[in-house]
């Protein structure tokens, strides 16, 4: 789908969707010290890798999903039903129950992850595609800042509640503009096939996964060093302007990528980054530190914005979605733990980043270039 003119409106109004599906990671984050309080012999922070367990399991199949129903009927479905379960967790019931609705509230997170930037490109112009794809990279980033501005403390039950239900009203609120303004995109249905053979699809087109691959190996970085890197150079202040630094690349990569290929602008940034790390263990210096979350920011956007460069179709698009979703919640999943062992020493933190930045431009690198040189499949 090729559109003579942009319409940043509805791109706008999608974005902001996506900031609400943000809200549901960040939702349980910012109100766990509470809900350990209310659940004090319960597993509670599984409540907030239970939408990135969904994600590890459902990523690709979701990517077939919605290029079967469609991207409109996609997001529609998974805000309303987002939106019932938000409201249902600011009622009273048991950490199994409560589990049950994060579980529930992760398809919902999935599917709005793949179907809501498949309809964002279907509604750019070519050489606004790019661009359009780095403003998607800045969702969550932005949705979690955005929240943790508006929440303030939250020590018991009732501040609970309140977060919960105000998320889903919310959600609700903004279902009939969506289902008044949103346009069809992917309206015909395509056969979901058996789990492994959709797998070995996925994983076997080099232009499906390869924008995943970059996509997961920048996850594993950005959650882990915000947690540890302030604590390893002293400087609380950083908790703050790494993720704004990291932001603010995802932004300027959309640009970048109008003059330069997004998959060589995705190891480029992984090799200034690495580099930087390195001079980030001799120097010690914040600056310095702020620069290479700039620079993972860039590879961030530019994995977003290299979907629609190897994919044109919106269903080939979405299952490149549905193959980043699974792939970054893997590296989510797996950073922080892999961060923890090496947390106590600046030289640790900085080597495990450099190891990851090169594994980035290494398998990255190798990943695109397969992508360029395989044919679509029709």
């Not at 319409?7 to 999608?14: C, D, K, Y």
């Not at 600056?287 to 700039?294: D, M, T």
Request: glycine fraction near 10%.
């Amino acid at each position: 789908m090729n559109t003579p003119r942009t319409s940043w409106p509805l791109i706008a109004l999608l974005w902001t969707t996506g900031l609400l599906a943000a809200a549901q990671f960040a939702k349980l984050t910012l109100t766990l010290e509470a809900l350990a309080t209310i659940y004090p012999s319960a597993p509670v922070p599984l409540a907030v890798s239970a939408v990135s367990v969904v994600g590890i399991l459902g990523g690709s199949i979701s990517g077939f999903v919605v290029a079967r129903i469609g991207a409109r009927r996609s997001v529609l479905w998974a805000i309303a039903a987002s939106a019932c379960v938000s409201l249902v967790q600011g009622l009273d019931m048991p950490f199994g129950a409560f589990m049950t609705t994060r579980l529930v509230e992760g398809f919902g997170h999935l599917v709005l992850v793949v179907a809501l930037p498949t309809m964002m490109v279907a509604l750019a112009k070519p050489t606004d595609k790019p661009v359009v794809m780095g403003l998607w990279g800045t969702f969550f980033g932005v949705g979690y800042a955005i929240l943790a501005w508006v929440i303030p403390p939250v020590e018991a039950w009732g501040g609970v509640r309140a977060v919960y239900i105000g998320h889903g009203v919310i959600l609700a609120t903004i279902l009939p503009l969506l289902y008044a303004l949103l346009p069809r995109v992917m309206t015909q249905g395509v056969a979901i096939p058996n789990l492994i053979r959709l797998h070995r699809t996925v994983f076997s087109t080099p232009r499906y996964v390869a924008p995943g691959i970059g996509h997961g190996i920048y996850t594993s970085l950005f959650i882990a060093l915000v947690a540890f890197l302030p604590a390893a150079l002293a400087a609380p202040w950083l908790t703050v302007v790494l993720p704004l630094s990291n932001l603010s690349g995802t932004f300027v990569s959309g640009f970048v990528a109008q003059r330069m290929p997004a998959s060589r602008l995705s190891i480029a940034g992984f090799v200034v980054a690495g580099g930087l790390f390195a001079l980030m263990a001799v120097t010690g210096s914040t600056y310095v530190a702020i620069a290479a979350l700039f620079f993972t920011g860039l590879t961030a956007g530019a994995n977003f914005a290299a979907v629609p460069e190897f994919n044109t179709d919106p269903q080939d698009q979405a299952r490149s979605n549905g193959a980043m979703a699974q792939v970054g919640n893997v590296g989510t999943f797996a950073g922080t733990p892999l961060f923890a062992l090496v947390a106590g020493s600046l030289w640790g933190i900085a080597g495990m980043a450099i190891a990851i930045c090169v594994l980035g431009a290494v398998l990255g690198g190798w990943a695109y270039a397969a992508a360029r040189m395989s044919v679509p499949l029709r």
